[in-house]
């Protein structure tokens, strides 16, 4: 027999693996990047330097605006891409605790510890790497990019319940 609340038990079960599944594989990613020895994370971010670049040098000598020097450019792509590997992580995260009916804000402080205190381990990780420090910059940036993503997941929910309350009036209508 035909039983909405299975589908609904079936869908949000596969959805709470999906998304701690991806908040592991993302925060293995992570710790894939801390392993990397200086070179070799800065040849990384040099690669994706190398298709920024040209872009940057073009509204530089087609606006003469110098928003940025070029030099300092490689630094603010590897603090930015912190704020944004975190804020992915926090979205996985809170998400996964969201699917568990985790109610209230529990969710959002859970997944704030959480990522915070995988921040912290990760920068003092990267001491024992060869050419890495652990910057407590770092973790700051870190804690940007959570509570980011926590806002992100924040607002989605709020637009998506707004979104199914107007169309239940539709449907009643």
Not at 28 to 45: G, Q, R, Y
Not at 65 to 74: A, E, Q, R, S, V
Not at 109 to 128: G, L, N, R
Not at 147 to 162: H, P, Q
């Amino acid at each position: 027999m035909f039983n909405i609340n299975n589908i609904d038990k079936k869908i949000r079960y596969i959805m709470t693996v999906l998304f701690w599944l991806l908040a592991v594989i993302w925060a293995i990613s992570i710790i894939s990047f801390s392993s990397d020895p200086a070179h070799v994370s800065k040849e990384k971010s040099g690669l994706i330097l190398e298709k920024i670049e040209p872009f940057v040098e073009r509204i530089i000598e087609e606006y003469d605006i110098k928003f940025i020097d070029l030099d300092d450019l490689h630094f603010y792509i590897r603090k930015s891409a912190h704020v944004f590997i975190y804020f992915l992580l926090s979205v996985f995260m809170c998400l996964g605790w969201k699917t568990v009916r985790t109610r209230g804000l529990r969710p959002y402080y859970i997944t704030w510890v959480m990522a915070t205190v995988f921040s912290i381990i990760d920068e003092i990780y990267q001491v024992f790497i060869p050419g890495r420090s652990g910057e407590v910059r770092d973790v700051f940036l870190d804690n940007a990019g959570i509570v980011l993503g926590l806002l992100f997941v924040a607002f989605g929910i709020f637009l998506f319940k707004k979104l199914r309350r107007r169309l239940k009036k539709l449907r009643k209508n």
